[in-house]
């Protein structure tokens, strides 16, 4: 279906033009992550592609008119007028300015993330018009990406203390398995290309070709090796299983490369101790390369470490500089089940507590990753916070329940600034002076002069994610 903005909203919207005071002329309104429930830092990302989105599927009066029925029959209400002129006069995009911090940054929640302000005084209504599509175009990859991160920070944590060269290990450590355990395709590859900022292990092929069509990734913004699942090993039959195993050595090994194998299809404790082990471990270091067992049922924490000793005991291990074992090159393990947050850590603290480094280990995380958040995560709003009645400048408004002092929204037109602490925090503009604004300009449409003031590749954004 061709994309159409102007059904890309929630219902009760189509009756807001006429709820308004006559006299307004132009609207300002912001979005933010306003709960540290869960996580005290976000990360901003996913609007370039929806900005990209929006420029490739310029409203018509074809859909305009589709839109109308459609409306009419759900609710009784369209603003009519007020659609055929965005396609008439401002080529089928909506007539709004949007200013926002650049991608990949991390800020402290309550920072305006973005700020969008109404640019025709005809349509004032517009900049909240698209709240629905365009807030949910960054609290879902934008919290993906803030998840992501928060588990990168831990894990360079636990290398820093188990591992000689945290940094190298670091990028391939978590691995993006969520595909089949997305709700959608679009699901799947905004949540991997978010979760890539971070990482450079991904299964998610929609992400790899996400950073490409909307952040301009000439390269393979992440990586994948050969591996098993529990079909190509059951394919050779139980009594066979060790000859699954061996044609993976003889087909994916070699010098440089790495290849997986899932091991638990019958018993991984026979397939580690004994076939791994002992059978195939001639092959293994005679063929060259790496090969990553998986342990993929049990409980995690003591399924790794299970297959960490064993490796250990087979293969042999070196101590590096900190005192952590560290398994013979030949040899790694990857989890990628039960994977979340919390089991990462637990893995982690006991392989250190058992003295293993923790690049022995690398993990992959399937639903927990896309589909285990959702815009309460880090509370996500996007709320109006000043107007215009065309005579007289800005005057603040701003939501203030009694009942929910959580919800007090901003007033005002917001600027975002790293204060004298080099905190990055945010005022009412006009009332700081001397600093940079954050909140930079990034699109521009007035009387169907589209520009886009700002564009971002992906590698802009994953240097930003590391600031």
Not at 61 to 82: I, L, N, T
Not at 135 to 146: D, F, G
Not at 171 to 177: A, G, P, Q, V
Not at 264 to 282: C, F, M, S
Request: aromatic content about 10%; glycine content about 8%.
């Amino acid at each position: 279906m061709t994309y159409n903005f102007a059904l890309d909203t929630d219902s009760y919207k189509y009756s807001h033009y006429l709820q308004l005071p006559q006299s307004l002329r132009n609207v300002s309104s912001y979005a933010e992550a306003r709960s540290d429930e869960v996580f005290k830092k976000s990360m901003v990302f996913g609007l370039q592609a929806w900005l990209r989105k929006i420029r490739a599927n310029p409203l018509t009066m074809e859909q305009v008119d589709y839109a109308r029925g459609v409306a009419m029959r759900h609710s009784g209400y369209f603003p009519y007028a007020e659609f055929k002129r965005i396609v008439e006069v401002h080529k089928g995009l909506p007539p709004v300015s949007i200013q926002a911090l650049p991608e990949g940054l991390v800020v402290p929640n309550r920072v305006p993330l973005y700020q969008v302000m109404s640019t025709d005084p005809l349509i004032p209504w517009i900049g909240q018009f698209v709240e629905t599509s365009l807030l949910r175009a960054l609290w879902y990859p934008s919290t993906v990406a803030t998840l992501s991160w928060h588990i990168k920070q831990d894990l360079r944590k636990w290398l820093e203390r188990t591992c000689d060269s945290p940094e190298a290990e670091l990028m391939f450590r978590l691995h993006d398995f969520c595909a089949r355990g997305a709700s959608s395709e679009e699901t799947a590859s905004l949540g991997a290309m978010a979760h890539l900022v971070n990482f450079m292990g991904s299964d998610t092929m929609g992400g790899i070709e996400a950073a490409d069509k909307f952040y301009d990734e000439p390269l393979a913004a992440g990586f994948s090796i050969p591996a098993m699942e529990h079909f190509t090993v059951c394919s050779w039959g139980q009594e066979f299983e060790a000859d699954a195993y061996a044609n993976m050595i003889e087909n994916f090994g070699g010098e440089g490369k790495v290849y997986a194998c899932v091991s638990d299809a019958y018993d991984l404790h026979n397939a580690v101790d004994n076939i791994w082990g002992k059978q195939l471990k001639g092959q293994v270091l005679e063929k060259g390369g790496r090969v990553v067992i998986r342990p993929d049922s049990g409980d995690p924490v003591s399924e790794v470490m299970y297959t960490v000793r064993s490796l250990a005991n087979s293969y042999g291990y070196t101590t590096n500089k900190k005192g952590y074992s560290v398994l013979h090159p030949a040899v790694r393990v990857i989890q990628g089940d039960g994977v979340n947050r919390v089991s990462i850590n637990s893995i982690c603290t006991a392989l250190e507590i058992n003295n293993f480094s923790i690049e022995n280990v690398a993990f992959g995380m399937g639903g927990a990753l896309l589909q285990g958040i959702n815009r309460d995560t880090l509370g996500y709003a996007h709320k109006a916070s000043a107007v215009t009645n065309g005579l007289s400048g800005w005057t603040g408004i701003a939501k203030n329940p009694a009942t929910a002092r959580q919800k007090v929204s901003k007033k005002g037109r917001q600027i975002v600034y790293a204060n004298d602490m080099g905190t990055i925090t945010s005022a009412v503009a006009g009332s700081v002076i001397a600093y940079h604004n954050y909140l930079e300009p990034v699109y521009e449409n007035v009387m169907g002069s589209d520009q886009v003031l700002r564009e971002m590749t992906y590698a802009q954004v994953r240097a930003n994610s590391n600031l």
